[in-house]
């Protein structure tokens, strides 16, 4: 064997540990979700940005477990201890208040990022919004706190409909609070309401069923995850019922629903990676303040609308930030 030979091949030997020790390192992140993949690919995209600002990337300076609920909260607290006893660097839980709680419930130690639609502090999360103490810190998504601004805008579209129908998930943790608020909006507009509860593909079907025979002339699909996991099958019903529906997030109005207004889901998956980023270089969730998205966008399908035979008051057309042609 040549003198330069036996070198490198002792020089590589030595190495090998390090690089071994190297890759052992590299921090893993566990992601949990109430939503499912297949319906978060841009999601993630938006995700991966906001780490990718923060200087890391997937595969190459950090790795990534993911659990997804695909709509079954009870799911939640099984994924997060799943996660937690693999000892991931990270625990981000998205896609709801039942996995940011889960999350909060599985470890007090491990830093948490969360994403939830209700007052974190109300329910419990944190101790207040800029200095949120503890493991956990996160964003604000908002949009089931949004249900009154969305039941207005739908009686805007259809002002003289005797009934509307309202889809809403009994088993979401806020669905309390949220068909509360919906039902003091509707007296104030003296508005009659019929609300379908459904939380799984059965019930989804009955309530279906029942929006049918009640003769609903609109629906408002309240906030939830599992309903943005069976976007496709929602939108399918409210056009072969003819019915003119208000959705939450503008991906809704792109799958063909007629309007949505909500806040920047992709937005809030971005703000998500950030703060991933921010931890795994060091800061602690306790000084991270909880952000909350702000910016709303009003979304109108004017090709649904035509196949309704719907016609959008002028006035609603000019406050919309976007239209689909």
Known sequence: MKRREFITLVSGAALAPFAARAQQAMPVIGFMSARSAADSVHLLKAYHQGMGEGGFVEGRNVAVEYRWGDGNYDRMPALAANLVDRRVAVLVAVGGDASAQAAKRATSTIPVVFGAGSDPVATGLVASINRPGGNVTGVNVLTNQMEPKRLGLLNEIVPKTPLIGVLLNHRFPPAGRMLGEIEDAARTINQRLFVAK???DAELDAGFTALAQ???????VAADP?????RERI????????????????EYALAGGL???GVSLAEGYRLFGAYTAKILKGEKPADLP???I?????VVNLKTA???????????IARADEVIE
């Open 294 to 298: 702000v910016k709303t966008e009003l």
């Open 259 to 261: 309007v949505s207004y």
């Open 214 to 220: 009640q003769r609903a002339g609109a629906l408002l």
């Open 306 to 316: 035509k196949a309704l035979g719907l016609e959008f008051p002028a006035t609603f």
């Open 290 to 292: 909880v952000q909350s």
């Open 226 to 230: 599992y309903y943005d996991s069976r």
């Open 235 to 250: 939108i399918a019903f409210a056009a072969q019922q003819r019915l003119p529906a208000m959705y939450q997030f503008r």
């Open 198 to 200: 459904a939380s799984n």
